[in-house]
């Protein structure tokens, strides 16, 4: 059974700061990318960061120099650090995990996701 869980959101102010988990778990699955996203009310849906198996990581420009993600593979974990909050960081954070079975094509599985509030 496939399931990812984010953790770790919350209220902070403006230039506070949070972090965020990510488990991931999948019998028989391996890991590729994953990646935070987020969605903040009448917005779509955008990346925050990816972080591939081999590390390879990408951010969005709003929030390079601010967050750091990290990745835990022996774990299935991915985390967001993020420093310096705005308050236009207010979303809904969701972790998409893309996995691979064995001789099949991977998918995206997406966690429910985690309210991160940022106001005075």
């Known amino acids: 059974q496939v399931q990812v869980v984010e953790s770790g959101g919350g209220l902070v102010q403006p230039g506070g700061s949070l972090r965020l988990s990510c488990a991931a778990s999948?019998?028989?699955?391996?890991?590729?990318?994953m990646g935070w996203y987020r969605q903040a009310p009448g917005k779509e849906r955008e990346l925050v960061v990816s972080?591939?198996?081999?590390?390879?990581?990408t951010y969005a420009d709003s929030v390079k120099g601010r967050f750091t993600a990290s990745r835990d593979n022996a774990k299935n974990a991915l985390y967001l650090q993020m420093n310096s909050l705005k308050p236009e960081d207010t979303a809904v954070y969701y972790c998409?995990?893309?996995?691979?079975?064995?001789?099949?094509?991977?998918?995206?599985?997406w966690g429910r996701g985690t309210q991160v509030t940022v106001s005075s």
């Open positions: 999948g019998s028989t699955l391996s890991i590729l990318t």
């Open positions: 998409n995990v893309e996995f691979k079975r064995l001789s099949r094509p991977p998918f995206d599985y």
């Open positions: 972080i591939t198996s081999s590390g390879t990581t």
